[in-house]
């Protein structure tokens, strides 16, 4: 099953439903999912509603996450568009950097017990 993705960016145009190998491993809750999509689709700053939406975080649940990650400087407001303001993952923060390595060799880890699907 396949889900239209909310695209203001022209980003990923669908996304596969199921959990990263993060959620599976980490728990699938919204402040992992957060991470999970900002780690993934760290390309771009978002809105609060961009966020939400593609998180599967709700709206009023993530506006009390963010002030959070924000006060932990976990995530940072790059700008104001429009009425929005624009947030991201803060790779200068040395905890995240080491957190994003930590997300992608665990994913490098399960991909690499998969079996390979014979040709």
Do not use: C, H
Request: aromatic share 10%.
């Amino acid at each position: 099953m396949e889900k239209k993705f909310r695209n203001s960016k022209n980003m990923v145009g669908l996304k596969m439903l199921g959990k990263s190998v993060f959620l599976e491993t980490f728990g699938d809750s919204p402040t992992n999912r957060v991470l999970d999509f900002l780690i993934v689709f760290t390309i771009f700053d978002y809105s609060i509603a961009d966020i939400s939406e593609n998180a599967g975080v709700g709206y009023s649940t993530l506006k009390i996450l963010i002030k959070e990650l924000v006060k932990r400087k976990i995530v940072i407001q790059t700008r104001i568009s429009g009425k929005n303001k624009m947030y991201k993952l803060n790779k200068n923060n040395p905890i995240v950097a080491k957190f994003v390595e930590f997300y992608w060799n665990i994913t490098d880890q399960k991909a690499k017990l998969i079996e390979p699907i014979p040709a």
